[in-house]
Nanobody, 116 residues
Framework: QVQLVESGGGSVQPGESLRLSCAAS????????LGWYRQAPGNQRELVAS???????QYGDSVKGRFTISRDNAKNTATLQMDSLKPEDTAVYYC??????????WGKGTLVTVSS
């Protein structure tokens, strides 16, 4: 059973930065696509960014140029660097791992609040 644990959330002011981390246990994340999603109150969960095993990245339009996703395959971790945060970035952020066999796993989420 794969377990994903997010950390690094918190409260910041607009324009500041946060760094989220996702640590996996129970299985190697070989050949997975790792993603960060977010869900704000009243909204559907949306893709923030994803990174393939080989390092190819994809970003949601609202975070392009501000957020950077990365992964460390040796350490079984994924990171989301969030810069120039805006109030509309406020949400619960979830880590996701999609395996080639079709299985998908989610963390429990970490709250990010951006407010002045």
């Amino acid at each position: 059973q794969v377990q994903l644990v997010e950390s690094g959330g918190g409260s910041v002011q607009p324009g500041e930065s946060l760094r989220l981390s996702c640590a996996a246990s129970g299985s190697r994340l070989s050949f997975t696509v790792l993603g960060w999603y977010r869900q704000a109150p009243g909204n559907q969960r949306e893709l923030v960014a994803s990174v393939s095993w080989g390092g190819s990245t994809q970003y949601g339009d609202s975070v392009k140029g501000r957020f950077t996703i990365s992964r460390d395959n040796a350490k079984n971790t994924a990171t989301l660097q969030m810069d120039s945060l805006k109030p509309e970035d406020t949400a619960v952020y979830y880590c996701n791992a999609d395996f080639r066999n079709g299985r998908s796993y989610w963390g429990k989420g970490t709250l990010v609040t951006v407010s002045s």
